[in-house]
């Protein structure tokens, strides 16, 4: 499995942005795909996540009603939409595949994408 994360860039506080995660490989659709973070001097955070289905999505508190996860199976993308942006939000952002569970929002994701910074200014 194969993972692509972009669509960062520098906004301004209040701004929306997208990402996207476009996955690639034979199995894929058999993992639940996940939005992570890290802040400088952060630990690892769980934003979100989807199976290819839809019947499995999980957000974390901290973005709840800011960040959605979606998905497009046709183009094999998951995508995390962000909005009402904050200074705090600024961070590397990354896609992760694996097995959804408490190891999988730890951080424990099979696979990983190469991040993407999102820098949001005030």
């Known amino acids: 499995v194969q993972l692509q994360a972009f669509g960062g860039g520098l906004v301004q506080a209040g701004d929306s942005l997208r990402l996207s995660c476009a996955a690639s490989?034979?199995?894929?659709?058999?993992?639940?795909v996940g939005w992570f973070r890290q802040a400088p001097g952060k630990e690892r955070e769980f934003l979100a996540s989807?199976?290819?289905?839809?019947?499995?999505?999980d957000h974390a508190d901290s973005v709840e009603g800011r960040f959605t996860i979606s998905k497009d199976v046709a183009k094999a993308t998951m995508y995390l939409q962000m909005n009402r942006l904050k200074d705090e939000d600024t961070a590397v952002y990354y896609c992760?595949?694996?097995?959804?569970?408490?190891?999988?929002?730890?951080?424990?994701?099979?696979?990983w994408g190469q991040g993407t910074l999102v820098t949001v200014s005030s």
């Open positions: 989807s199976n290819w289905s839809g019947s499995r999505i």
């Open positions: 490989g034979r199995t894929f659709h058999a993992y639940d």
């Open positions: 992760a595949a694996g097995a959804y569970g408490r190891r999988f929002k730890d951080g424990h994701a099979r696979y």
